[in-house]
């Protein structure tokens, strides 16, 4: 089965940079549509960023465009998503995501789009 793989987090001061990376064990990222969601306590897991198995769509969520980059390297079947402009309220843990499904619309938003999750990793942004 399908094992996702995040790493990157970490602690931050607001302003700064983290990129997360995830990747997968035994199987191969290229075919999937992969997203990135996050957490933070006490709130529901929402819908980040998305990318199609080409690389060639993406989405963001509002409150990261402009700021994050999702972008993927099928070479070493790996989806990274590079966090600028860090704020306070970007803490939470972060899971990537797979789906076989290519992405349509507003799917890419909700949790039961994908059928595979990674552990998540934690991002801080504390000065």
């Known amino acids: 089965q399908l094992q996702l793989v995040e790493s990157g987090g970490g602690l931050v001061q607001p302003g700064g940079s983290l990129r997360l990376s995830c990747a997968a064990s035994?199987?191969?990222?290229?075919?999937?549509?992969i997203g990135w969601f996050r957490q933070a306590p006490g709130k529901e897991r929402e819908g980040v960023s998305c990318?199609?198995?080409?690389?060639?769509?993406?989405n963001y969520a509002d409150s990261v465009k402009g700021r994050f980059n999702i972008f993927r390297d099928n070479a070493k079947s790996t989806v990274y998503l590079q966090m600028n402009s860090l704020k306070p309220e970007d803490t939470a843990v972060y899971y990537c995501?797979?789906?076989?499904?290519?992405?349509?619309?507003?799917?890419?938003?909700?949790?039961?789009?994908?059928?595979?999750w990674g552990q998540g990793t934690q991002v801080t942004v504390s000065s």
């Open positions: 995501a797979a789906s076989p499904r290519p992405k349509y619309g507003s799917a890419w938003l909700q949790p039961a789009f994908y059928n595979y």
């Open positions: 035994r199987f191969t990222l290229d075919y999937l549509t």
């Open positions: 990318i199609d198995s080409s690389g060639g769509s993406t």
